[in-house]
């Protein structure tokens, strides 16, 4: 028996395995990050910052994340010295987050650890397959992303 393949099917199963994915690698961070003094959420804010220096309505922009739950996060990384304000030059009140020397260390080793850990778990993954898959997730971030706005801003028009 012939079954057609149905990429639309097939791309959706891959999604909601995105699911899973998503709780056992925040479960798997929570316990790399255990003595390191932030959580799963502060250092995803980190790594934004050590990307580079940002206000905090673009980070939350970026990490489709709400300014004020970014600005909770940020003041806390800011109570604990990992990150700093720096003068915006183009806008005054808007200030920059940038990590501090502390900041960029501690990231700099949780990324290595997390790197470690890829690879003794997937190192086996060719270069061609993660290439594909990046794509892949690349377009589907995109669109679900794009789709989110589209829905906000349709809420925002129903809202007045």
């Known amino acids: 028996m012939l079954v057609r393949f149905d990429p639309q099917e097939r791309l959706y199963k891959t999604l909601k395995l995105v699911r899973s994915i ?19 959420a502060e250092r995803a804010v980190l790594e934004l910052f050590c990307e580079m220096p940002l206000t905090v309505p673009e980070a939350g922009r970026r ?16 109570d604990k010295t990992l990150l700093e304000r720096r003068p ?39 270069q061609t397959e993660v290439v594909a898959a990046l794509r892949v997730m690349t377009r589907v971030s995109t669109a679900f992303e794009q789709l989110a706005g589209e829905l906000d801003d349709a809420g925002k028009d129903e809202a007045l």
């Open 22 to 40: 998503h709780l056992n690698m925040q479960r798997s961070a929570e316990h790399m990050l255990d003595g390191a003094g932030i959580s799963v």
């Open 63 to 78: 990490l489709s994340m709400k300014r004020q739950f970014v600005l909770r996060v940020v003041n806390g990384l800011m």
């Open 88 to 126: 915006n030059p183009e806008h005054r009140s808007a200030y920059l987050c940038a990590p501090t020397a502390a900041g960029r260390d501690l990231f700099a080793e949780i990324h290595r650890r997390e790197v470690e850990l890829l690879h003794a778990l997937l190192g086996d993954i060719n």
